[in-house]
């Protein structure tokens, strides 16, 4: 969108960010849980989101939600009677007389168990729909507003943790390689096994989004 502002004589164009609803896709092992984000890329007047969320009830397995950071003191009302046939409905509000601020907002996170049969790179879609829930932005004074909804999706990956190579073993070419990425002579994996293999550390939390000089070589599966 296009506003105008006066400025003297005459009027310059602002452009305004628009408004988007995104999934935050993620990766994980076969047979684990993985928490995707919804987030909604805000314009600074939304109060409230509703949706419908689409999944392959063979590959994924809902398990739970739970209310975004943005969101404390709102209201979650879901719709899960079609759970089962991979459809889930949510609407997701603001407390009342309340609006997103400009940026970044996240508004819920969904939690699914992985199939087992998952392989490395298998891309599970989370699809946006009107069903069970419509897919609609809404004002603190209930206008709807504009604004766009973008899909995303989980990635399998396999393998263990510090087998940079991805051989299926972990030994002295993993350790090499990551000292290269380290240091800046290689470029790091940016994405999907590759980068959760490197990302070793800190070991309680399975990594912490970067591959550094903390990286620990330790044999244990990704994800």
Not at 136 to 153: E, H, M, P
Request: proline residues 6%.
């Amino acid at each position: 969108a296009v506003a105008l502002i006066s400025a003297g004589m005459g009027a310059a164009p602002l452009t305004v960010a628009p408004r988007v609803v995104r999934v935050a896709s993620q990766t994980a092992a076969p047979g684990s849980q993985v928490v995707v984000p919804v987030q909604l890329l805000s314009a600074g007047d939304e109060n409230t989101v509703t949706f419908g969320l689409h999944f392959n009830p063979a590959k994924l397995t809902y398990v739970s939600y739970a209310a975004g950071a943005d969101v404390a003191g709102g209201t979650i009302i879901p719709n899960l009677t079609q759970k089962d046939n991979g459809q889930l409905g949510f609407l997701v509000g603001k407390a009342p007389d309340t609006v997103h601020t400009a940026g970044t907002r996240t508004l819920i996170t969904i939690t699914f168990s992985v199939a087992s049969g998952v392989v490395a790179d298998e891309m599970l879609p989370l699809v946006f729909a009107d069903l069970p829930s419509a897919r609609r932005i809404f004002s603190v004074n209930s206008t709807q507003l504009s604004g766009a909804f973008a899909n995303g999706q989980v990635t399998g990956v396999t393998g263990v943790e510090g087998d940079i190579n991805g051989d299926g073993e972990v030994d002295g070419g993993d350790w090499v390689r990551l000292g290269r990425i380290v240091v800046g002579l290689d470029p790091a994996p940016t994405a999907g096994g590759g980068f959760m293999r490197a990302d070793c550390a800190p070991f309680a939390t399975r990594g912490n989004g970067e591959v550094d000089e903390s990286e620990e070589i330790g044999e244990r599966p990704v994800g």
